[in-house]
Nanobody
């Protein structure tokens, strides 16, 4: 059973930076992050492949980056210049890829990030 454990987050002030971590119990081609703000749909904000290819959502590009430590099966989300609108539950996900075991996608339980102005 795939397990994803997120850490980091919590309460921060606008303008600060924070880092979220997500450790998986298996290696996967793609890992990344979603977020869901109150009253809004879940939004894919970052993906990182095992070869280092990265995609960041336009809505957060320039402030959010993502990185991976493949040996540790860990993906990170680095958030800079936090804004109150970044307040959301952030969840990491794992994609086993089209040739991998089923089910293909897995999500962590999520971690709250709250940004005060």
């Amino acid at each position: 059973q795939v397990q994803l454990v997120e850490s980091g987050g919590g309460l921060a002030q606008a303008g600060e930076s924070t880092k979220l971590s997500c450790v998986a119990n298996e290696y996967a081609p793609v890992m990344g992050w979603y977020r869901q703000a109150p009253g809004q749909e879940r939004e894919l904000i970052a993906t990182r492949t095992n070869q280092g290819n990265t995609n960041i959502a336009d809505s957060v590009k320039g402030r959010f980056t993502t990185s991976r430590d493949n040996a540790k099966k860990t993906v990170y989300l680095h958030i800079h210049l936090l804004k109150p609108e970044d307040t959301a539950v952030y969840s990491c996900y794992l994609d086993r890829g089209p040739g991998g075991q089923w089910p293909r996608y897995h999500w962590g339980q999520g971690i709250q990030v709250t940004v005060s102005s």
